[in-house]
């Protein structure tokens, strides 16, 4: 074999000088396969508390009174980025760490940004705790946590009063669901029901419009859409609503869609439907 079969490419040495060096740096032994920092798994929250994580989330926990928090963990550069000059002033046990110790409570997976707090999960109301509003958003089963945090940013900025969601079949409070909300889990009641076809009942005796979206709809929403309290009732990806739910709204409306697809995620057909109803509601009342 010659002496450049043996040496190899320029390209084949570029990348052995790298393989030397990352191994030189990590301390990782010669011929090492572990190329990858192993993934570090989750190890949860303490027994009724949950995990909230990310800088937007954080954020809007630590400045919404109704937060009963128990610890915060946060590295140097995140206490900055969240104003925090003296973690000691804060009223409730506070660590500087590193980013891998929460890595270790979080999974090394999640985008923590550097800012977690161990706190007690906010307390859903009941139906007859709706305050005055004129639009509420209604999940029928949607069990997704990233498209509940969704659903909810996007209530919170179309300053809908409350999101409504059943006590079965919906997702608790979560680390997951309050990052996908980037701090509106902190802004925006939750309402939980045992039954969604009796609380759809109470919300008529109340004087609200509720539609269901559904993609085979007799009419375009905007069209559909009337009155001054309206109420939007969004089904799971690919279920929808269920039959009993169809039944009991005031009426079934679309999107319509001129493009080859046909149907959206339901997070983002909240997102439109919300845009819709307070268009509506802004024009009624000005």
């Not at 301390?27 to 572990?34: M, N, V, W």
């Not at 008529?204 to 993609?215: A, P, R, Y």
């Amino acid at each position: 074999m010659s002496d450049e079969k043996k040496q190899g490419t320029p390209k084949d040495r570029h990348y052995a000088r790298l393989r030397r060096k990352h191994r030189d740096e990590s301390g990782a032994p010669q011929g090492s396969q572990h190329r990858h920092r192993p993934a570090i798994a989750a190890a949860g929250a303490p027994q009724g508390l949950v995990h909230i994580y990310g800088l937007h989330s954080v954020r809007e926990a630590l400045n919404n009174p109704a937060r009963r928090i128990e610890r915060m963990l946060v590295t140097r550069n995140a206490a900055e980025r969240l104003g925090i000059s003296d973690v000691s002033s804060l009223p409730f046990p506070t660590e500087i760490v590193e980013p891998r110790d929460i890595d270790r409570l979080t999974g090394s997976e999640a985008v923590h940004q550097g800012a977690l707090i161990e706190t007690h999960a906010l307390k859903p109301k009941r139906l007859d705790q709706l305050g005055e509003t004129s639009l509420l958003l209604v999940l029928d089963q949607v069990t997704d946590p990233h498209n509940v945090g969704a659903i909810m940013r996007s209530a919170v900025a179309f300053a809908a009063g409350a999101l409504i969601t059943t006590a079965r079949h919906s997702p608790q409070e979560s680390g997951v669901l309050a990052k996908a909300a980037s701090g509106a889990l902190e802004h925006i009641d939750h309402i939980e029901v045992r039954n969604l076809a009796e609380a759809l009942g109470e919300l008529h005796k109340l004087g609200f419009q509720t539609i269901g979206l559904d993609s085979d709809g007799p009419a375009k929403l905007e069209n559909t859409i009337a009155g001054h309290k309206i109420a939007l009732v969004l089904g799971a990806e690919g279920k929808g609503l269920r039959q009993k739910t169809r039944e009991t709204v005031t009426a079934l409306a679309r999107l319509d869609m001129p493009g080859a697809i046909r149907s959206l995620n339901v997070s983002n057909a909240a997102a439109i439907a919300l845009y819709a109803a307070e268009r509506h509601l802004s024009q009624t009342t000005a």
